[in-house]
């Protein structure tokens, strides 16, 4: 399982329109890391986003868009700063500090 990461809008969006998606590959994980990874993205995908009381997002609140590669399937999971569900949160925090660690 391949899951990408891509943040989009926010203060810094014209930065991050030059950066590529970045990429955690579960296959390269240790054991342990992967499972957890798997148990996120399931847990991600089963919730929705947090409904939107306000009259419109925050000016600079940021978009995020999680795809998930596997083997006979691919499922793309994008959610907001003001929407996000806990699940969505547990999965972006995870995969953000994978990724600082590379």
């Given at each position: 399982m391949k899951v990408t990461l891509?943040?989009?809008g926010g203060q810094a969006a014209a930065i991050n329109l030059r950066l590529p998606p970045r990429v955690v590959d579960a296959e390269a994980l240790p054991q342990e890391?992967?499972?957890?990874?798997?148990?996120l993205v399931e847990a991600a995908k089963t919730t929705q986003a947090v409904k939107e009381d306000g009259?419109?997002?925050a000016?600079?609140?940021?978009?995020?868009?999680i795809t998930v590669e596997d083997v006979d399937r691919s499922t793309?999971?994008?959610?907001s700063d003001t929407t996000m569900s806990p699940a969505f949160a547990a999965l972006l925090t995870?995969?953000?500090?994978?990724?600082?660690?590379e």
């Open positions: 891509a943040t989009h890391a992967a499972r957890e990874l798997a148990r009259p419109g997002q000016r600079d609140a940021l978009s995020y868009t793309v999971l994008t959610q995870w995969l953000e500090r994978r990724l600082a660690m």
